[in-house]
Protein backbone atom coordinates (compact mmCIF):
# COMPACT_ATOMS: atom_id res chain seq x y z
CA UNK A 1 0.00 0.00 0.00
CA UNK A 2 2.69 2.37 0.98
CA UNK A 3 5.06 1.16 -2.16
CA UNK A 4 1.85 2.32 -4.14
CA UNK A 5 1.33 5.71 -2.97
CA UNK A 6 4.83 6.96 -3.24
CA UNK A 7 5.09 6.15 -6.79
CA UNK A 8 1.37 7.19 -7.55
CA UNK A 9 -0.42 10.43 -9.04
CA UNK A 10 -1.95 11.44 -5.51
CA UNK A 11 1.79 11.29 -4.24
CA UNK A 12 3.10 13.70 -7.18
CA UNK A 13 0.48 16.07 -6.73
CA UNK A 14 0.89 16.68 -3.02
CA UNK A 15 1.08 20.67 -2.19
CA UNK A 16 2.43 22.93 0.05
CA UNK A 17 0.61 24.55 2.22
CA UNK A 18 0.68 28.51 0.72
CA UNK A 19 -0.07 26.84 -2.89
CA UNK A 20 -3.63 25.57 -1.29
CA UNK A 21 -4.61 28.51 0.70
CA UNK A 22 -3.79 30.70 -2.69
CA UNK A 23 -7.11 32.70 -3.76
CA UNK A 24 -7.23 32.70 -7.59
CA UNK A 25 -7.42 35.69 -8.75
CA UNK A 26 -10.76 35.96 -10.21
CA UNK A 27 -11.73 35.04 -6.69
CA UNK A 28 -9.95 37.44 -5.18
CA UNK A 29 -10.65 40.53 -7.84
CA UNK A 30 -14.81 39.52 -6.62
CA UNK A 31 -13.73 40.61 -3.21
CA UNK A 32 -12.76 36.42 -1.31
CA UNK A 33 -10.34 36.86 1.34
CA UNK A 34 -7.91 33.84 2.14
CA UNK A 35 -10.21 33.36 5.13
CA UNK A 36 -13.51 33.42 3.01
CA UNK A 37 -12.22 31.12 0.53
CA UNK A 38 -11.57 28.53 3.40
CA UNK A 39 -14.87 29.13 4.73
CA UNK A 40 -16.30 28.13 1.31
CA UNK A 41 -14.51 24.75 0.87
CA UNK A 42 -15.36 23.35 5.14
CA UNK A 43 -19.19 24.96 3.85
CA UNK A 44 -19.41 22.97 0.49
CA UNK A 45 -17.56 19.90 2.38
CA UNK A 46 -20.70 19.62 4.34
CA UNK A 47 -22.97 19.78 1.70
CA UNK A 48 -21.28 17.03 0.41
CA UNK A 49 -21.01 14.88 3.12
CA UNK A 50 -24.94 15.61 4.19
CA UNK A 51 -25.94 14.85 0.02
CA UNK A 52 -24.02 11.94 0.65
CA UNK A 53 -25.68 10.81 3.50
CA UNK A 54 -28.99 10.81 1.63
CA UNK A 55 -27.74 8.47 -1.06
CA UNK A 56 -26.54 6.39 1.05
CA UNK A 57 -22.96 6.21 0.01
CA UNK A 58 -19.49 4.59 1.82
CA UNK A 59 -17.07 7.51 3.73
CA UNK A 60 -14.38 6.20 1.55
CA UNK A 61 -16.76 7.84 -1.61
CA UNK A 62 -17.18 11.37 0.48
CA UNK A 63 -13.47 11.48 1.47
CA UNK A 64 -12.55 11.14 -2.30
CA UNK A 65 -15.31 13.96 -3.40
CA UNK A 66 -14.05 16.25 -0.70
CA UNK A 67 -10.09 15.12 -2.15
CA UNK A 68 -11.51 16.03 -5.35
CA UNK A 69 -13.60 19.39 -4.66
CA UNK A 70 -10.40 20.55 -2.71
CA UNK A 71 -8.16 19.65 -5.29
CA UNK A 72 -9.78 21.74 -8.25
CA UNK A 73 -9.76 24.71 -6.37
CA UNK A 74 -5.85 24.56 -6.42
CA UNK A 75 -5.59 25.09 -10.00
CA UNK A 76 -9.51 27.14 -10.55
CA UNK A 77 -11.36 29.56 -9.17
CA UNK A 78 -15.16 29.56 -7.73
CA UNK A 79 -16.04 32.34 -10.03
CA UNK A 80 -15.32 29.88 -13.32
CA UNK A 81 -16.22 26.60 -11.11
CA UNK A 82 -19.30 27.43 -9.01
CA UNK A 83 -18.87 24.88 -6.32
CA UNK A 84 -22.46 24.82 -5.53
CA UNK A 85 -22.03 22.21 -9.05
CA UNK A 86 -18.81 21.09 -8.40
CA UNK A 87 -19.79 19.53 -5.41
CA UNK A 88 -22.60 17.35 -6.47
CA UNK A 89 -20.97 16.44 -9.32
CA UNK A 90 -17.50 15.42 -7.12
CA UNK A 91 -19.46 13.19 -5.65
CA UNK A 92 -20.86 11.70 -8.37
CA UNK A 93 -17.72 10.95 -10.38
CA UNK A 94 -16.20 9.78 -6.82
CA UNK A 95 -19.17 7.63 -6.51
CA UNK A 96 -17.64 5.81 -9.94
CA UNK A 97 -14.25 5.88 -9.26
CA UNK A 98 -15.03 4.05 -6.11
CA UNK A 99 -17.40 2.07 -7.64
CA UNK A 100 -20.27 2.79 -5.74
CA UNK A 101 -22.32 4.45 -8.43
CA UNK A 102 -24.91 6.97 -7.59
CA UNK A 103 -27.08 7.94 -10.65
CA UNK A 104 -27.04 12.40 -11.19
CA UNK A 105 -31.14 12.02 -11.16
CA UNK A 106 -30.45 10.91 -7.54
CA UNK A 107 -28.42 13.58 -7.01
CA UNK A 108 -30.55 16.20 -8.87
CA UNK A 109 -33.89 15.07 -6.29
CA UNK A 110 -32.32 15.32 -3.36
CA UNK A 111 -30.43 18.35 -3.85
CA UNK A 112 -33.75 20.38 -4.64
CA UNK A 113 -35.15 18.42 -1.21
CA UNK A 114 -32.29 19.64 0.33
CA UNK A 115 -32.30 22.92 -1.49
CA UNK A 116 -35.71 23.88 -2.11
CA UNK A 117 -35.53 27.26 -0.96
CA UNK A 118 -32.11 28.44 -2.41
CA UNK A 119 -32.34 28.43 -6.30
CA UNK A 120 -28.32 28.65 -6.72
CA UNK A 121 -28.01 25.49 -5.47
CA UNK A 122 -30.66 23.53 -7.68
CA UNK A 123 -29.18 21.79 -10.68
CA UNK A 124 -30.33 19.78 -13.68
CA UNK A 125 -29.19 16.43 -14.66
CA UNK A 126 -27.33 17.97 -17.63
CA UNK A 127 -25.27 20.69 -15.20
CA UNK A 128 -23.24 17.67 -13.66
CA UNK A 129 -22.82 15.82 -16.61
CA UNK A 130 -21.31 18.67 -18.35
CA UNK A 131 -19.09 20.00 -15.28
CA UNK A 132 -17.93 16.12 -15.11
CA UNK A 133 -15.87 16.64 -17.89
CA UNK A 134 -14.70 19.83 -17.00
CA UNK A 135 -13.72 18.45 -13.52
CA UNK A 136 -12.09 15.47 -15.36
CA UNK A 137 -9.88 17.91 -17.13
CA UNK A 138 -9.14 20.04 -14.26
CA UNK A 139 -7.96 16.83 -12.62
CA UNK A 140 -5.48 15.64 -15.51
CA UNK A 141 -7.96 12.67 -15.19
CA UNK A 142 -6.08 12.07 -12.47
CA UNK A 143 -8.60 10.55 -10.14
CA UNK A 144 -6.91 7.59 -7.62
CA UNK A 145 -6.89 8.81 -4.27
CA UNK A 146 -5.39 7.49 -1.25
CA UNK A 147 -6.93 7.67 2.13
CA UNK A 148 -5.72 7.99 5.63
CA UNK A 149 -8.48 4.68 6.59
CA UNK A 150 -6.44 1.68 5.83
CA UNK A 151 -3.06 2.97 7.53
CA UNK A 152 -5.20 4.37 10.22
CA UNK A 153 -6.48 0.75 11.06
CA UNK A 154 -2.94 -0.69 10.40
CA UNK A 155 -1.33 1.64 12.55
CA UNK A 156 -3.45 1.10 15.39
CA UNK A 157 -2.94 -2.14 15.65
CA UNK A 158 0.13 -2.44 15.55
CA UNK A 159 0.45 0.05 19.01
CA UNK A 160 -2.22 -2.78 20.15
CA UNK A 161 -5.01 0.11 20.82
CA UNK A 162 -7.51 -0.71 18.65
CA UNK A 163 -9.84 0.03 21.38
CA UNK A 164 -9.14 3.81 19.83
CA UNK A 165 -10.37 2.64 16.43
CA UNK A 166 -13.67 4.75 16.38
CA UNK A 167 -12.30 7.86 17.97
CA UNK A 168 -9.53 8.32 15.46
CA UNK A 169 -11.80 7.01 12.64
CA UNK A 170 -13.58 10.04 13.37
CA UNK A 171 -10.45 12.49 13.99
CA UNK A 172 -9.36 11.33 10.31
CA UNK A 173 -13.13 12.38 9.37
CA UNK A 174 -12.90 15.88 10.33
CA UNK A 175 -9.22 16.33 8.68
CA UNK A 176 -11.54 16.35 5.13
CA UNK A 177 -12.77 19.94 6.73
CA UNK A 178 -9.13 20.63 5.98
CA UNK A 179 -6.71 20.51 2.85
CA UNK A 180 -4.09 18.31 4.57
CA UNK A 181 -4.99 15.04 1.96
CA UNK A 182 -3.64 17.99 -0.55
CA UNK A 183 -0.70 18.58 1.53
CA UNK A 184 0.56 15.54 3.58
CA UNK A 185 0.66 11.62 3.29
CA UNK A 186 -1.86 9.60 4.23
CA UNK A 187 0.02 7.87 6.85
CA UNK A 188 1.29 10.28 8.46
CA UNK A 189 -2.22 12.18 8.82
CA UNK A 190 -3.53 8.89 10.37
CA UNK A 191 -0.39 8.78 13.08
CA UNK A 192 -1.52 12.68 14.01
CA UNK A 193 -4.85 11.34 14.13
CA UNK A 194 -3.85 8.36 16.42
CA UNK A 195 -1.13 10.98 18.54
CA UNK A 196 -4.20 12.93 19.30
CA UNK A 197 -6.62 10.15 20.13
CA UNK A 198 -3.90 8.50 22.19
CA UNK A 199 -2.75 11.61 24.33
CA UNK A 200 -7.28 13.14 25.10
CA UNK A 201 -7.58 9.11 25.52
CA UNK A 202 -4.35 9.01 27.99
CA UNK A 203 -2.79 6.04 25.89
CA UNK A 204 1.16 6.04 26.28
CA UNK A 205 2.29 5.66 22.69
CA UNK A 206 5.88 7.55 23.49
CA UNK A 207 7.46 3.85 22.77
CA UNK A 208 5.48 3.47 20.13
CA UNK A 209 5.84 6.10 18.23
CA UNK A 210 10.00 5.84 18.62
CA UNK A 211 10.37 2.17 17.35
CA UNK A 212 8.52 3.87 14.57
CA UNK A 213 11.16 6.33 13.45
CA UNK A 214 9.10 8.75 12.25
CA UNK A 215 9.87 12.38 12.16
CA UNK A 216 7.17 13.64 15.16
CA UNK A 217 8.21 16.79 14.57
CA UNK A 218 5.90 16.27 11.52
CA UNK A 219 2.99 14.39 13.26
CA UNK A 220 3.08 17.00 16.07
CA UNK A 221 2.64 19.78 13.58
CA UNK A 222 -0.47 18.18 11.83
CA UNK A 223 -1.83 17.08 14.67
CA UNK A 224 -1.71 21.14 15.74
CA UNK A 225 -3.19 22.25 12.67
CA UNK A 226 -6.41 19.50 13.32
CA UNK A 227 -6.95 20.82 17.01
CA UNK A 228 -6.26 24.42 15.75
CA UNK A 229 -9.03 23.58 13.56
CA UNK A 230 -11.34 22.65 15.92
CA UNK A 231 -10.29 25.85 18.15
CA UNK A 232 -10.95 28.10 15.35
CA UNK A 233 -14.05 27.12 13.74
CA UNK A 234 -16.05 25.54 16.53
CA UNK A 235 -18.24 23.87 13.59
CA UNK A 236 -21.49 22.26 14.14
CA UNK A 237 -20.96 18.77 13.20
CA UNK A 238 -24.32 18.46 12.19
CA UNK A 239 -25.00 21.74 10.40
CA UNK A 240 -21.83 22.95 9.39
CA UNK A 241 -20.90 26.52 8.86
CA UNK A 242 -23.90 28.79 10.24
CA UNK A 243 -26.06 30.15 7.61
CA UNK A 244 -25.18 34.38 8.65
CA UNK A 245 -21.70 33.52 8.29
CA UNK A 246 -21.26 31.61 5.08
CA UNK A 247 -24.12 33.48 2.92
CA UNK A 248 -22.44 36.46 2.64
CA UNK A 249 -19.54 35.00 1.37
CA UNK A 250 -21.32 32.51 -0.93
CA UNK A 251 -23.26 35.58 -2.21
CA UNK A 252 -20.35 37.22 -3.84
CA UNK A 253 -19.83 34.21 -5.99
CA UNK A 254 -21.56 34.10 -9.43
CA UNK A 255 -24.19 31.72 -9.65
CA UNK A 256 -24.58 28.82 -12.36
CA UNK A 257 -21.32 30.29 -13.58
Not at 18 to 25: A, G
Not at 62 to 69: H, R
Not at 175 to 187: F, N, V
Request: hydrophobic share 40%; charged share 25%; net charge neutral.
Amino acid sequence: MAANFWTSSHCKQLLDQEDVDKVPQADSDRGITPEEFRLVKIHMSFHIWRLAQQVKVRQRVIATAVTYFRRVYTRKSMTEYDPRLVAPTCLYLASKVEESTVQARLLVFYIKKMCASDEKYRFEIKDILEMEMKLLEALDYYLVVYHPYRPLLQLLQDAGITDLTQFAWGIVNDTYKMDLILIHPPYMIALACIYIASVLKDKDTTLWFEELRVDMNIVKNISMEILDFYDTYKIDPQRGIPEDKITPVMNKLPAKA
